[in-house]
């Protein structure tokens, strides 16, 4: 199975701060690897699909890069809303496997 | 709009058994693949099986392999997960998902809710 690392695991920032959030794939996917979003007691929501295509409704300070093994998840500017905890998913390959997660928190 | 509704979780003993349903609306729901993920408390999320549009083939993590079956009713829109001899590491929310992370369009990932399965004695 594809292992997918995610970093880092936790993340303190402040409203206004610019954030990155990667995931390095044990072997390349393409781009076959999407970015959730996830708050207490709530299903995941989908970010960005494709690696950077930003899911509609989904606020353009998300985007999302990377092709082969390594990806980027960026935050241009925290919003209070967005303090939650991301997940990558690679779905190139069975089994899909998603990242260790990233909990951001406000500092 | 698309919709997705998981029922069936509980507290069950260990050794027991569960069948978890999730109905699908808003999509034509015979098209797609469909998933189960499960998250245990204060974990991650960890893909449990899959199930092809028609049923025909099925996929499992090696964790849940021989104890759990994935099913579907198209003609209900329906997605189940018959889950046996559940140990106490099965404890977790239970998200029956339409992925789409690797879709070339937009709006096909959805997820439900989510069950609670408690294995405790």
């Known amino acids: 199975a594809i292992q997918m690392t995610q970093s880092p695991s936790s993340l303190s920032a402040s409203v206004g701060d610019r954030v990155t959030i990667t995931c390095r794939a044990s072997q390349g996917i393409r781009d076959d690897l999407g970015w959730y979003q996830q708050k207490p007691g709530k299903a995941p929501k989908v970010l960005i699909y494709a690696a950077s295509s930003l899911q509609s409704g989904v606020p353009s300070r998300f985007s999302g890069s990377g092709s082969g093994t390594d990806f980027t998840l960026t935050i241009s500017s925290l919003q209070p809303e967005d303090f939650a905890t991301y997940y990558c998913l690679q779905d190139y390959t069975y089994p899909p496997t998603f990242g260790q997660g990233t909990k951001l928190e406000i500092k | 709009e698309v919709q997705l509704v998981e029922s069936g979780g509980g507290l069950v003993q260990p050794g027991g058994s569960l069948r978890l349903s999730c109905a699908a609306s808003?999509?034509?729901?015979?098209?797609?693949?469909m998933h189960w993920v499960r998250q245990a408390p204060g974990k991650g999320l960890v893909w449990v099986s899959r199930i092809n549009n028609d049923g025909s083939y099925t996929d499992y993590a090696d964790s849940v392999k021989g104890r759990f079956t994935i099913s579907r009713d198209n003609a209900k829109n329906t997605l189940y997960l018959q889950m046996n001899s559940l140990r106490a590491d099965d404890t977790a929310v239970y998200y029956c998902a339409r992925l789409g992370v690797a879709a070339r369009v937009g709006g096909v990932d959805c997820w439900g809710q989510g069950t609670l399965v408690t294995v405790s004695s």
């Open positions: 808003g999509f034509t729901f015979s098209s797609h693949w």
